[in-house]
């Protein structure tokens, strides 16, 4: 998978292969595996990621979260393992429990070296928060320069609290967004922009050009927790896709 997609990609967030199924009714670009009752980043069960995967076309990545992930290195390299084992392409580590700086290149070094050994085709990616000061963990825009070091091949940017009004753009100035999008470009790293995105956003995020746009509660009835529905996809997959050939083919 090319790092630098031309447009920006969609990635959905699915938590069934039903739902998978449903999403790919739709054009996307990514299937991404997620456990919200885990949290932001909440991991599914491996055989969750394998069912998923097997209704998802080769060609079409499928990543899988994590975890909001607690300090502790050698868990977090396990859990990578697995994900990957399970098959996920692209695995997604949240940075809720490293406080400072060496405790992120820490964890983030700890997970990239076990894919490197033992799936060194499966792409890291580090989360970071948006709202991380609610729980006292790493600036955002530290991120993309430690994510680089340890080896990542991206960033996403989330948010933490999932509570109804703390969408990306009501936590994060679009100045600092758009600064988190050309640090990861300058650091060679893919970056990914979610957090209770809506519809409306799509329009004022693809200026930035960013390589994924990621989205799980605008596409269910009923927020995160609900199902999936593809006539929801289809919305945000048409507007990426309309938006982007507008805007972003410079
Ligand atoms: O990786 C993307 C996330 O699943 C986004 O979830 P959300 O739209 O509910 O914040």
Not at 202 to 224: I, N, Q, S, T, W
Request: glycine content about 10%.
């Amino acid at each position: 998978m090319s790092s630098y997609p031309k447009r920006a990609a969609f990635l959905a967030s699915v938590v069934s292969k039903e739902e998978a199924a449903e999403a790919l009714k739709v054009q996307v670009d990514v299937i991404d595996v997620k456990n919200p009752a885990e949290g932001a980043l909440g991991a599914a069960l491996p055989e969750t990621i394998t069912e998923i995967r097997g209704v998802v076309p080769k060609a079409i990545p499928v990543s899988a979260a994590i975890g909001d992930m607690p300090y502790l290195p050698g868990t977090a390299a396990l859990a990578a393992v697995g994900a990957a084992c399970a098959g996920a392409d692209m695995v997604k580590i949240g940075l809720y429990g490293a406080k400072t700086s060496d405790e992120a290149l820490n964890l983030l070094c700890s997970v990239a070296n076990a894919l490197k050994m033992y799936f060194p085709t499966s792409l890291l990616v580090a989360g970071a928060y948006a709202d991380a000061q609610i729980f006292g963990g790493i600036n955002f825009l530290d991120v993309p320069a430690l994510a680089a070091k340890a080896g990542a091949a991206g960033c996403l940017l989330d948010t933490f609290d999932k509570s109804f009004g703390h969408n990306l753009l009501e936590i994060a100035s679009m100045e600092a967004i758009g600064d988190f999008v050309s640090a990861c470009r300058e650091w060679g790293l893919f970056s990914a922009l979610a957090g209770s995105l809506k519809l409306e956003d799509v329009p004022l995020l693809l200026p930035l050009r960013p390589d994924y746009l990621g989205f799980r509660g605008a596409l269910c009835e009923g927020g995160r927790s609900g199902k999936l529905s593809s006539r929801k996809v289809l919305e945000i997959s048409s507007l990426i896709a309309g938006e982007s050939s507008a805007c972003c083919h410079s």
